[in-house]
T-cell receptor, first 113, second 112 residues
Framework: ETGVTQTPRHLVMGMTNKKSLKCEQHLGHNAMYWYKQSAKKPLELMFVYNFKEQTENNSVPSRFSPECPNSSHLFLHLHTLQPEDSALYLC????????????FGPGTRLTVL | QQQVKQSPQSLIVQKGGISIINCAYENTAFDYFPWYQQFPGKGPALLIAIRPDVSEKKEGRFTISFNKSAKQFSLHIMDSQPGDSATYFCAASRDGGNQFYFGTGTSLTVIP
């Protein structure tokens, strides 16, 4: 596997479910990000991790809970989501938290019923 | 408040034509302006980027034009091909920052 991988690629969940999104980067980068992509909206940065430490939380509701056990893996734990949370969730990584190029995974298409 | 405004929302261009996508920003502290290309089912990928010390950067058929005084930058795709059909995002960030601010995206369709 190369680059940034995300699993699952598609997820359908009810509002009472608990699920997790997984991201893995094989690039040796130190920074990882979660973005939300909704139609006709700019990519929304959700969380930033630098050397496993969370450095940014852009006022994301607590029903989204990130976890970064090491520099290569990033999780997004989901619970009691709302239908408006349906979107494409993108993971990205970069060498450092700066203007370094960010490399994106293919995303997880989430549908909340 | 949207930090980066992008237009048009969608664009249809004939094969061989020039595709032009525009972005404008407000924060004069921004000093890095990348363009990302996204194909269906894929994440965005860096296409080309520019810093404000130059007014133009060209890589193959792709050119960024930058107007610092107007706080605008644009992507030009010369000799557009059907394989260029994708969504294009402009973005901006500042040195020392840890965040890119993205535009809303432009869906480009190049018809044969």
């Amino acid at each position: 596997e190369t680059g940034v991988t995300q699993t699952p690629r598609h997820l359908v969940m009810g509002m009472t479910n608990k699920k997790s999104l997984k991201c893995e980067q094989h690039l040796g980068h130190n920074a990882m990000y979660w973005y939300k992509q909704s139609a006709k909206k700019p990519l929304e940065l959700m969380f930033v991790y630098n050397f496993k430490e969370q450095t940014e939380n852009n006022s994301v509701p607590s029903r989204f809970s990130p976890e970064c056990p090491n520099s290569s893996h990033l999780f997004l734990h989901l619970h009691t989501l709302q239908p408006e949370d349906s979107a494409l969730y993108l993971c990205a990584s970069s060498q450092s938290v700066s203007t370094d190029t960010q490399y994106f995974g293919p995303g997880t298409r989430l549908t909340v019923l | 408040q949207q930090q980066v405004k992008q237009s048009p929302q969608s664009l249809i261009v004939q094969k061989g034509g020039i595709s032009i996508i525009n972005c404008a920003y407000e924060n004069t502290a921004f000093d890095y302006f990348p363009w990302y290309q996204q194909f269906p089912g894929k994440g965005p990928a860096l296409l080309i980027a520019i810093r404000p010390d130059v007014s133009e950067k060209k890589e193959g058929r792709f050119t960024i034009s930058f107007n610092k005084s107007a706080k605008q930058f644009s992507l030009h795709i010369m000799d557009s091909q059907p394989g260029d059909s994708a969504t294009y995002f402009c973005a901006a960030s500042r040195d020392g920052g840890n965040q890119f601010y993205f535009g809303t995206g432009t869906s480009l369709t190049v018809i044969p």
